[in-house]
């Protein structure tokens, strides 16, 4: 087999069979095909795509590059969730606990990553004393335990994936379908889960801007997940202003607790029961979503959800007591807040430029090795419809430079649009995409 054989196969639009994509994956993580190959057989996919086996057979030689976690040490269905990425987006932090005390198992894996926050792990991390690195004797262990584990990415996940997205990250070949959809699912299987709930989300915030590519990409991923024996539902939700009220590591573990404590702002709440309903239908721990919705409502509302987080919180070394006590989580020292310029309707709340502050506060990451406050970020006030006076407080910003507070107020303030209609709220759920209707 020849690289330049495979390349020029993808470019007349010909699909490759599993073996030439082995030839290609393999050979490419272990140095024997080059960088320009390895582009140019992007570039080809970006222009022809891949037919359904082929995104499948790419996903799992990517998958089985480095390590797949070994689950079958914890007793039940293990179903994880995925969200592509987006603003004020705390549902992992609600969503595990919250069916964990329904007994679905959680042995969870995140990332820290880039961007307007920490994942959910440097989130984790703003807890007095918790610890995000488990042996993997220990993880496993604590999930028959207590039913959850929550920890950073460890061994060696899908290292093809890294190598290719790096590559394509400069080569203009991000933006495709069976790409981006066999690098998210590598990783996914990699992690060991029986079975996945996908959170794509779709808006000026998101990777996917148009509802017809986020269904797209969603369609895929289900796809993938189904023909390689996983069950995968996904969901298609809203990111053209933030999900929660709080962006920032400790701010949104606020939020979550909130949110386990039943006061958590309606959209995040909403979206937060859906998932959990997605992963305990999954799980085979109700047989129907009526039920499934009645199992998760009763768990946020006899605090059961709420005991499990302070369970994951102790059992990780951390304070347990922060579930009830807020104040034991890192605050800022300076707040400052943005006023609404005028009266009327908010029409938009851009979470780009929500997000970007938040990072220039210092709450994400600009490079791999910037460091993250932990304290600062954002908390809105107001949503998409409400009506506000001139004056009122749209957000409170949190930060431990006023310096950095005092650049930001304006880039913050921009992020709102008020206008003399109100406009109706875009949905949080646009889509459910399930195997059946492929
Ligand atoms: N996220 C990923 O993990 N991979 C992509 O290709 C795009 C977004
Ligand atoms: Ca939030």
Not at 12 to 21: C, T
Not at 49 to 64: S, V, Y
Not at 328 to 336: C, F, H, K, R, V
Request: glycine share 10%; charged share 20%; with cysteine.
């Amino acid at each position: 087999m020849h690289a330049v054989d495979l390349i020029r196969k993808k470019r007349e639009g010909l699909r490759l069979s599993r073996a030439e994509l082995e030839y290609l994956i393999t050979g490419y993580v272990r140095g024997d095909i080059p960088d320009y190959q390895m582009a140019a057989w992007n570039m080809a996919v970006y222009f022809r795509g891949m037919d359904a086996e082929e995104i499948t057979d790419l996903t799992l030689i990517m998958a089985h590059s480095g390590d797949i976690l070994d689950l079958r040490g914890i007793k039940g269905v293990k179903v994880d969730k995925h969200s592509t990425g987006g603003v004020g987006d705390t549902t992992t932090l609600i969503v595990t606990p919250l069916v964990a005390s329904l007994g679905v198992p959680v042995a969870k894996m995140s990332g820290r990553g880039l961007g307007h926050t920490g994942g959910t792990v440097d989130k984790l991390e703003s807890i007095p004393g918790f610890k995000v690195t488990l042996t993997p004797h220990e993880f496993v262990s604590q999930v028959n335990r207590i039913g959850l584990s929550l920890v950073g990415q460890t061994g060696h996940l899908a290292p093809a994936d890294k190598l290719l997205y790096a590559l394509r990250d400069v080569t203009a070949t991000v933006e495709s379908i069976p790409l981006i959809a066999s690098s998210i699912m590598s990783k996914k299987i990699a992690a060991g889960a029986d079975g996945f709930v996908l959170d794509v989300k779709v808006g000026t915030g998101a990777f996917m801007k148009t509802e017809a590519e986020a269904v797209e990409l969603a369609k895929t991923m289900v796809q993938i997940g189904q023909l390689a024996g996983r069950n995968t539902v996904a969901l298609v939700t809203d990111m053209n202003q933030p999900l929660g009220r709080s962006i920032g590591n400790a701010l949104e573990v606020k939020e979550a607790i909130r949110t386990l404590q039943g006061a958590g702002p309606i959209r995040l709440t909403g979206l937060c029961i859906e998932l959990a309903v997605e992963m305990v239908l999954l799980a085979g721990a109700a047989t129907s979503a009526g039920q499934a919705r009645k199992l998760v409502e009763q768990s946020l509302q006899n605090g059961h959800a709420l005991r499990k987080f302070g369970e994951l919180v102790e059992a990780q070394g951390g304070d347990s007591q922060v579930v009830h006590e807020l104040t034991l989580l890192p605050q800022a020292e300076y707040t400052g807040n943005v006023l609404a310029p005028g009266t009327g309707f908010v029409h938009a709340v851009d979470p780009m430029s929500i997000g970007v502050t938040a990072m220039e506060l210092g709450a994400g990451r600009e490079h791999k090795d910037s460091v993250i406050d932990l304290a600062v970020g954002i908390e809105l006030q107001a949503e998409v419809g409400d009506y506000v006076r001139q004056g009122e407080v749209l957000a409170k910003l949190h930060a431990n430079d006023p310096k950095k507070l005092d650049e930001v107020m304006d880039q913050a303030l921009q992020a709102f649009k008020i206008s003399e209609k109100r406009s109706e709220p875009n949905p949080t759920i646009y889509r459910r995409i399930t195997a059946k209707e492929l």
